[in-house]
């Protein structure tokens, strides 16, 4: 019986898509468009909009407007593609639009609504981001880290040079193992893998199926008074048998810091030390705690791995980039060997570089979701309490009214002006803007710069023999953080530069 629901319900789900792909289509086509947002009775959500949503959205943008008012499920989602709006929404009615929706996994790996990532916006959630600005993501607790990011991206260059000896390499793999390293040093004060491998780690599975669970579909989300369906399909059981797994970890290591494990720098031996001040305002809990682990766990590894993965991409393709760009970052250093954090406030090309690769591959394609919390009109348009909103800022980073020659990558476009990724130019917001913009800004660039500078420093690059620089394929596979369809392989052959 259990298993012919399962079956109805997965051949349901296999009729959203199609559904929802015709809908859409059909209303694209329909000469009779109301004036005003366009409204498509879309049944079901993102995902089935086409294998890229941000960029099918760009397309139904292009024709229809730069904010879209859909129905996903009985769901009023709005999205937004232009610089204009995305600043009304992020930066004037900021306040109005600053929570997060109650997702089936938000809710879940939130711990109930006790992180700062995925919860709603109330007055404690205000008090732990400040909190958490102050103590986690602060200027002083970056240069805290600087050990740990040269000592990884040392591990990855020692990797490289082991393995470049038999054959290319997969620097998509390698270049998550990285962040992934990064991220629970900087966690738990311990890398949760050993040196240069970390498909061994019972983990590494762990965080792919949490990511793929924030960014999946769950029928909840979009018809909440059909939120069984999601026990039948089993994507429920999958939640909390991931969501139970990480916390069983957490646990751990949150019981071996308090008696005096981790390193005293470590976010986790910072957020216990806090649990003693009495004048936060609020009890830290131990859901608290986790919750925040859980973020930056989440949010930490794969958007610095997608830079990085995305940024030799690009240089692969455009050889005068990538030339420029060793050249600069060889001239500067000589013979020293390695490129240390101290150096790259000099490597001005290659900063240009990093910002480019966020303008044509923000790792965030559709930000992280908002949810309006009170009835307010943008640009005239009425926008419904409680409506999803999703900006695109992949579209609006590829926006021919800002950028000239918008899908090529052309660094020096950023060279004579102040544009930058600070969250005040709303044609190009890789990590949001306003009060949910991303905390993890400096963490994550400081260590993608200092990578990519390392690679080019001392490898050259080149195709797997028989491939040219047309065959890289482009393909970007969603979720809630954009990764390429097929790995990078690369032939890396160590320069004299290197100890
Ligand atoms: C290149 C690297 C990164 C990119 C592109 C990125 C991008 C983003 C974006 C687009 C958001 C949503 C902003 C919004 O809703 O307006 C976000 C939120 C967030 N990011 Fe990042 N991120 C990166 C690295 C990191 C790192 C390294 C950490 C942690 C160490 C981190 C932790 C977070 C957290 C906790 C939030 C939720 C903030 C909130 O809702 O208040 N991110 N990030």
Redesign the pocket.
């Known amino acids: 019986m259990e298993s012919l629901l399962s079956l109805l319900a997965y051949s349901c789900l296999l009729l959203f898509p199609l559904a929802a792909f015709l809908c859409v289509k059909a209303t694209w086509r329909s000469p009779r468009l109301p004036p005003g947002p366009l409204r498509l009775p879309i049944i079901g959500n993102l995902h089935q909009l086409g294998e890229h949503p941000h960029r099918s959205l760009r397309l139904l943008s292009e024709k229809y407007g730069s904010l879209m008012s859909l129905k996903l499920g009985f769901i009023p989602t709005i999205i937004v593609s232009s610089r204009e709006m995305a600043s009304e929404i992020?930066k004037t009615q900021d306040l109005i639009f600053c929570t997060?929706p109650p997702l089936v996994a938000f809710k879940r790996l939130s711990y109930g609504g006790r992180?700062?990532?995925?919860?709603p916006y109330s007055e404690q959630?205000r008090q732990l981001?400040k909190i958490?600005m102050l103590e986690v993501?602060s200027a002083k607790r970056v240069q805290a880290f600087q050990s740990i990011r040269e000592e990884e991206v040392n591990t990855l260059v020692q990797t490289l040079l082991t393995q470049s000896s038999s054959g290319p390499v997969n620097l998509s793999e390698m270049s998550f193992c990285l962040?992934n390293n990064i991220?629970t040093r900087?966690i738990f004060g311990r890398r949760i893998s050993s040196d240069g491998d970390c498909t061994s780690s019972k983990y590494h599975p762990l965080l792919i199926e949490m990511m793929s669970l924030l960014g999946g579909f769950f029928l909840g989300d979009f018809f909440p008074s059909m939120e069984w369906l999601d026990v039948i399909t089993g994507t429920r059981a999958r939640l909390k048998r991931s969501f139970l797994a990480m916390d069983e970890f957490l646990e751990e290591e949150i019981e071996k810091h308090i008696h005096g494990g981790g390193s005293p720098d470590d976010f986790i031996s910072v957020l216990v030390g806090l649990q003693k001040d009495l004048s936060l305002g609020f009890p830290l809990t131990r859901d608290h705690i986790k919750g925040?682990a859980m973020?930056?766990f989440l949010?930490?590894?794969d958007?610095?791995a997608?830079?990085l993965e995305s940024g030799m991409t690009e240089l692969m393709r455009n050889s005068t980039v990538m030339k420029k760009a060793q050249d600069e970052v060889r001239g500067l250093l000589g013979n020293k060997g390695k490129v240390e954090e101290g150096d790259i406030q000099q490597l001005h090309y290659l900063k240009l570089v990093i910002k480019e690769v966020?303008r044509l591959h923000?790792?965030?394609p559709l930000?992280?979701?908002?949810e309006c919390m009170q009835d307010c009109k943008i640009n005239g348009y009425n926008i419904p309490k409680k409506a999803r909103v999703y900006?695109n800022?992949w579209a609006i980073g590829r926006d021919p009214r800002h950028w000239q020659d918008p899908e090529a990558f052309i660094p020096e476009r950023f060279e004579d002006n102040d544009i930058n990724f600070k969250?005040q130019y709303f044609q190009f917001?890789?990590?949001?803007?306003?009060?949910?913009?991303?905390?993890?800004?400096s963490?994550?660039?400081t260590?993608?710069e200092l990578a990519l500078a390392n690679l080019l420093y001392r490898f050259d690059w080149n195709l797997p023999s028989g491939m040219s620089k047309e065959d890289i394929d482009m393909e970007e596979e969603f979720g809630l953080v954009l990764r390429r369809k097929s790995p990078i392989i690369l032939v890396a052959t160590p320069t004299s530069f290197v100890t």
Do not use: H, K, Q, Y
């Open positions: 992020l997060r992180d700062m990532g995925l919860s959630w981001r958490s993501f962040f991220t900087e925040i973020n930056v949010g930490g590894s958007t610095s997608s830079t966020l923000p790792p965030a930000l992280l979701p908002r900006i800022a969250g917001i890789p990590f949001g803007s306003g009060r949910r913009m991303c905390p993890g800004m963490l994550g660039v260590a993608a």
